[in-house]
């Protein structure tokens, strides 16, 4: 509070109370306090002669005598009777202005012919970003109530703006409601952000913090991406045109890069960023043509003005508002950590669907391990085998041809996969040792199947083999898919 | 053939692993071809992550040349300072 302290503020107890204190500028500062105008009785006689005596003039005949305070009461309530008088924006120019030691702020508003005294309460004040300043037009909210004690209205200030504050208010709703009839501001123009960009463009001042926090962010973020800077200047009256013609490179380049064949280095997505400032100052991003060049640019487009509480036209013409200038660069790209959980998972996957497809064709081999223990003892396979004779040979040559394609194709993936996926390969390779005999559980039914025949001596059983073990005249049995037949052979056709 | 995997930028080596992956998950293929799927989508999966790891934002800026063709040319120092509204 001491830094509004006025100069003229008188040490210690010599100081009187706020509502004491000179709050408009003509009441010259020698002038007595202002005097009841209603003499006061002094003695009986004189309250004799003023009185006039109950009986001898009706009451209704009688002046009506009202005391200080009654009066300041009438007036007091007709004040705040009037509606218009409760919520009042006064504009004027701020004449002297005194803080009391409580905090409370005492000023008048003039203009060229009239003057309201003001008073501004501590709280209020101190929330506050503007203070009013002797000389300065200003705009003051607030209610109209008489002070008792002195005897004068005043405005009992709620707020205070810079005059011309409610020009650009209204110049900007006005704009606002324009260019939302156009439908510039649609949610359905609105474009999505590309997931992860290879290339930002940058709108913004290259001196400012703006920049540097952009930088920083999606270097730390995305350091993937290339960052492209269109300079320009965000405040001052050049600003738009500055801004408009640096949205206009980035296009334009953009552009340049498809046309060149390296569709790689065009920007996709584009920032248009300032920092925060004063209304003024964020003023150019309410400009039409600002605007208008932002709802034009072919790339999505995040603005950040500001902080948080501004808003601008630029905000709504945006693709994405972003609530500060680093915000819009974190929108704008993804976080490498949680980019790199996600690939995390990726690998969890290929090595999980891996161990699938090798554990699978393991277990193919074990069920036909199983299978060849099932035909154990030994001489149930020998004679299996004495059955199927040299009719299986054929299928088993390619059975064989299989199960070593599958056998050395484990091999080459055992060798890969090593390193990264612990998997043993070597139960299988056990079971593939035992592939050969596995045949056996094809039986020969298989190959009768497809029209070969197994040919045996009638005699002793015998499956023949050479031409020259059944001489003419041998008793054979033929034995077809289903069912066998008698012969008699008419020996080798051509000498063994 | 596929495309030298050192080549591919982050997306395109993700997008070709996230494929991979779902084509493995399918199944189907032979034994032959799901190594070699899973092979390549472990060099995949490490041309993403050096990546990742290694990257290092390029920051440029772009300069109008006489006859308005545009150039972005290359930014190191962390604060050059800039007029504005130029190139």
Same mark, same amino acid.
């Given at each position: ?106 000023? !008048? ?41 002195? &005897? ?51 709108? !913004? ?33 050049? +600003?738009? !045109? ?16 498809? +046309?060149? &064949? ?94 699938? !497809? ?45 199960? &070593? ?76 898919? +289903? ?14 | ?27 189907? *293929? ?36 006489? *006859? ?16 504005? *509204?130029? *190139?």
């Amino acid at each position: 509070m001491s830094r509004r302290d006025p100069p003229s503020a008188r040490p210690g107890g010599d100081e009187p109370p706020d509502w004491a204190l000179p709050s408009w500028d003509a009441l010259p500062e020698d002038e007595p306090a202002p005097r009841a105008t209603r003499p006061v009785p002094a003695t009986e006689t004189s309250e004799a002669l003023i009185r006039p005596r109950p009986g001898l003039i009706p009451d209704q005949f009688r002046p009506a005598i009202l005391g200080v305070t009654e009066v300041t009461h009438v007036i007091r309530d007709a004040v705040r009777a009037d509606e218009r008088l409760r919520d009042v924006w006064v504009e004027g120019e701020v004449g002297r202005v005194t803080i009391s030691s409580a905090g409370h702020a005492y000023f !008048t508003l003039k203009d060229e012919r009239s003057q309201l005294s003001c008073i501004w309460f501590r709280d209020d004040r101190l929330v506050s970003p503007f203070e009013p300043r002797t000389g300065l037009r200003v705009v003051a909210h607030g209610r109209i109530d008489v002070f008792d004690q002195q &005897g004068v209205y005043q405005l009992y200030v709620s707020s205070v703006q810079p005059a011309g504050f409610g020009d650009l208010a209204l110049r900007f709703e006005e704009l606002k409601a324009r260019l939302a009839a156009e439908g510039l501001f649609d949610a359905a123009r609105k474009r999505p952000l590309p997931l992860r960009p290879a290339v930002i463009a940058v709108a !913004t001042s290259a001196s400012g913090a703006v920049w540097h926090d952009i930088r920083h962010v999606l270097e730390r973020r995305w350091p993937l991406a290339e960052v492209v800077l269109a300079a320009c200047q965000v405040q001052g009256e050049p +600003a738009p !045109t500055s801004i408009v013609a640096a949205l206009a490179r980035i296009a334009r380049y953009a552009e340049g890069c498809v +046309a060149a &064949g390296r569709p790689a280095d065009a920007p996709v997505v584009t920032i248009l960023a300032r920092g925060g400032g004063s209304l003024e100052d964020l003023w150019s991003f309410n400009d039409e043509r600002v605007v208008r060049a932002i709802v034009a640019h072919p790339l999505p487009l995040v603005c950040a003005v500001g902080h948080e509480t501004d808003v601008t036209l630029a905000d709504f013409a945006a693709d994405v508002r972003a609530p500060t200038p680093s915000a819009a660069a974190e929108i704008v790209v993804p976080d490498r950590v949680q980019v790199a959980a996600g690939l995390a998972a990726e690998a969890q996957r290929l090595t999980g669907v891996a161990q699938r !497809t090798v554990s699978a064709a393991r277990r193919e081999l074990d069920a036909e391990r199983r299978a060849l223990d099932g035909l154990r003892p030994a001489d149930r396979l020998a004679q299996a085998r004495e059955r199927a004779g040299v009719l299986l040979d054929r299928a088993t040559r390619t059975v064989l041809e299989q199960l &070593g394609m599958a056998r050395a194709a484990e091999q080459r993936a055992e060798a890969r996969l090593r390193p990264i996926v612990a998997i043993r390969l070597g139960a299988a390779h056990a079971s593939l040792d035992a592939g050969a005999a596995a045949l056996a559980v094809l039986g020969p039914q298989a190959t009768l199947d497809r029209g070969y025949a197994i040919v045996r001596r009638s005699d002793d059983g015998r499956i023949l083999r050479r031409a020259d073990d059944a001489r003419a005249g041998v008793m054979l049995t033929i034995r077809l898919a +289903a069912g066998e037949l008698g012969a008699t052979s008419d020996g080798p056709l051509e000498p063994g | 053939m596929p495309p030298d995997i050192a080549n591919l930028t982050f997306d395109e080596a993700l997008a070709e692993l996230q494929r991979t992956v779902a084509e493995l998950e399918a199944g189907g *293929g032979p034994l032959e071809a799901s190594i070699a799927g899973y092979e390549r989508g472990v060099a995949l999966h490490e041309r993403c992550a050096v990546l990742l790891a290694d990257a290092e934002l390029r920051v440029r800026r772009l300069v109008e040349r006489a *006859g308005g063709a545009l150039e972005a040319v290359e930014l190191r120092s962390d604060d050059e300072a800039l007029p504005d *509204g130029q *190139g």
